[in-house]
């Protein structure tokens, strides 16, 4: 049985005490307020849920996360980025990759973007926590992600893809820009093939929420994402981790 959470009372159950069946599942209820969002992704939970359900929370063990420097960049990706006709941004076009992010996949018709979440991510967008990053090919917006930075964590929330290999480039572009800035961390939150083949690794639950304690307060590194600007060719070259900060983590 898990908890009901009253929208007027700003709190969330230790994640430990999150269900092995559903995995992860930690509460229900309450609101999609900033504070809340702000305090449940500190505390390394999530809301994940469908249009009809009520807002759900979750902690999964394990948990997916990524440091900038360990991203594997294959010699195939290191000729994309050299010869192909892509440009990246950053909070170019926040409302618009929430939105492709939203859009039906081919292996379900459901999202678990829903209006309301979007309405609540837009919010933390203009308040500074929340920031997009776009891949563009001939002026059209063909992949990007979005996440939450809080200190020196980014909180990964969904991407989407387009065009073939345009999830791929948002990735590396995104742990390049990471590393640059300072940040310690990326969650993944869940497992994934792709995410795997692209450095990602499985962490138990309490190990991810002590490196949170170590960094979520850390100085803001998200107070630079617009001061940085990604070239593909640069991209191309990077060598992650070399010349960065192997104190990280």
């Known amino acids: 049985m898990i908890p009901w959470l009253d929208p007027r009372q700003l709190w969330f159950p230790d994640p430990s005490q999150a269900l092995a069946d559903p995995p992860g599942l930690l509460?229900?209820?309450?609101?999609?307020?900033?504070?809340?969002?702000?305090?449940?992704?500190?505390?390394?939970?999530?809301?994940?849920?469908q249009l009809g359900q009520p807002i759900?929370?979750?902690?999964?063990?394990?948990?997916?996360?990524m440091r900038p420097q360990d991203l594997k960049i294959r010699r195939s990706l290191r000729k994309i980025l050299r010869n192909r006709n892509f440009t990246v941004s950053f909070d170019?076009?926040?409302a618009n990759v929430v939105n492709a992010c939203a859009q039906p996949r081919t292996y379900s018709a459901e999202t678990w973007i829903t209006t309301e979440m979007a309405n609540a991510y837009q919010v933390l967008h203009e308040l500074g926590h929340a920031h997009s990053l776009e891949v563009w090919q001939e002026g059209k917006l063909v992949g990007g992600l979005y996440g939450i930075a809080l200190g020196q964590v980014f909180f990964g929330e969904s991407m989407?893809?387009?065009?073939?290999d345009a999830s791929k480039i948002a990735l590396c572009a995104l742990a390049y820009h990471l590393e640059q800035a300072g940040f310690a961390l990326l969650d993944c939150q869940m497992r994934s093939a792709h995410l795997d083949s692209m450095g990602s690794r499985s962490i138990p639950r309490s190990e991810f929420l002590d490196l949170l304690d170590l960094h979520v307060e850390a100085p803001e590194a998200g107070k630079k994402w617009r001061s940085l600007e990604t070239d593909l060719r640069s991209l191309a070259a990077w060598e992650p981790g070399v010349g960065g900060n192997p104190k990280l983590l």
């Not at 509460?27 to 849920?49: I, N, Q, T």
């Open 27 to 49: 509460a229900a209820g309450g609101d999609l307020s900033p504070e809340r969002l702000l305090k449940a992704y500190s505390m390394g939970v999530f809301p994940w849920f």
């Open 56 to 65: 759900l929370w979750w902690s999964p063990d394990p948990r997916a996360v």
């Open 92 to 94: 170019a076009d926040f």
């Open 160 to 164: 989407f893809s387009l065009q073939r």
